[in-house]
C-alpha cells in the first residue's frame, strides 16, 4: 500500500501532469478539428510550468502552509512539555556517492532546531527521533541513528536521545511516539518539531491520534532576499 501510494503521488504531481497535458495537446494539434483546442492545452502547460518554476509562486505557496508558525515558540509555552519528537525529513546513505552518510539539509534544521529548544530548556526533556525510509523499494534507513550521533557528539547523553527507524508516513510518526510515550509511561505535551510546511499536517496527525503537541516550526521557506528580476527566472528549486 505504501508504494502504490508513493507511485501514485508521483503521478499527481506538477511534472507528470504538465508533461501528460502537453502529450495530450500534441495529439489534438496532429488533427485539424482539434488544432486550436490543442493549442490552448499547450500553452496553458506552457503557463503552468513557467509559474510553477518562479520564486513568487513558490513563495505563496510556502507562505499558505507557514503563515501560522512565523513567531518563535516562547520559553513559556514550551514549559511543561515532556520531549522533543523531531520528524525525520531524509538522510543521504554513504559507501558510494556521497562516500559519507549525511543528515538531509531539511533533517539537519530540525535537528539543530531542536538543540535550541533543548538548550532554552536546560536540557532537561528527551529527544526521539522518529522516521524511517520514505523509499518503498529500500526499506533501510540509518537517519535516527546519524541523528543520535550528531546528538552525542553536541554533548546529549544517548540514553536521552531515543530514535525510531521504521515509521514511514506522518501518521505512522504519530503511532511510532505514541508508542514511545507509553513505553516510558510519560504524559503531557510534546514539543513537536518539522518543516514548517509540514507543521499543519503534523499537528493534525499527532492530534487525531491524541498526542498534545507544542509545535515549533524549522526550515522555513527562504524569502529573505527582496525581490528582483532574477526571481521571474525559471529555477528548479
Avoid at 520528524?87 to 532546531?113: D, F, I, Q
Wanted: hydrophobic share 45%.
Amino acid at each position: 500500500m505504501f508504494a502504490l501510494f508513493k507511485i501514485a503521488g508521483a503521478f499527481l504531481l506538477p511534472p507528470t501532469l504538465l508533461a501528460l497535458a502537453w502529450v495530450v495537446g500534441l495529439l489534438l494539434v496532429r488533427r485539424p478539428a482539434s488544432r486550436r483546442a490543442g493549442m490552448r492545452v499547450c500553452f496553458g502547460a506552457l503557463i503552468a510550468y513557467y509559474l510553477l518554476t518562479i520564486s513568487p509562486t513558490a513563495a505563496v505557496l510556502a507562505w499558505g502552509l507557514e503563515r501560522a508558525y512565523h513567531q518563535p515558540v516562547s520559553i513559556e509555552s514550551s514549559n511543561g512539555a515532556i520531549a522533543i519528537v523531531i520528524l525525520g525529513g531524509g538522510a543521504m546513505k554513504g559507501g558510494g556517492y556521497p562516500p559519507l552518510e549525511e543528515l538531509g539539509g531539511s533533517s539537519w534544521r530540525r535537528l539543530w532546531r531542536a538543540f535550541t529548544i533543548s538548550s532554552l530548556l536546560g536540557r532537561s526533556v528527551p529527544f526521539m527521533y522518529v522516521g524511517g525510509s520514505g523509499n518503498p523499494f529500500d526499506s533501510v534507513s540509518h537517519e535516527a541513528e546519524l541523528a543520535r550521533s550528531y546528538a552525542m557528539a553536541m554533548g546529549i547523553p544517548r540514553e536521552q536521545f531515543w530514535i525510531e527507524n521504521e515509521s514511514r508516513t506522518t501518521y505512522e510518526n504519530g503511532i511510532a511516539v505514541q508508542r514511545m510515550l507509553q513505553d516510558h509511561h510519560l504524559e503531557g505535551p510534546v514539543i513537536l518539531v518539522t518543516s514548517a510546511r509540514h507543521l499543519p499536517r503534523a499537528t493534525g496527525v499527532f492530534a487525531g491520534l491524541g498526542i498534545r503537541t507544542i509545535p515549533v516550526a524549522a526550515d522555513y521557506d527562504d524569502q529573505s532576499s527582496p525581490f528582483n528580476l532574477i526571481h521571474l527566472l525559471p529555477s528548479a528549486d
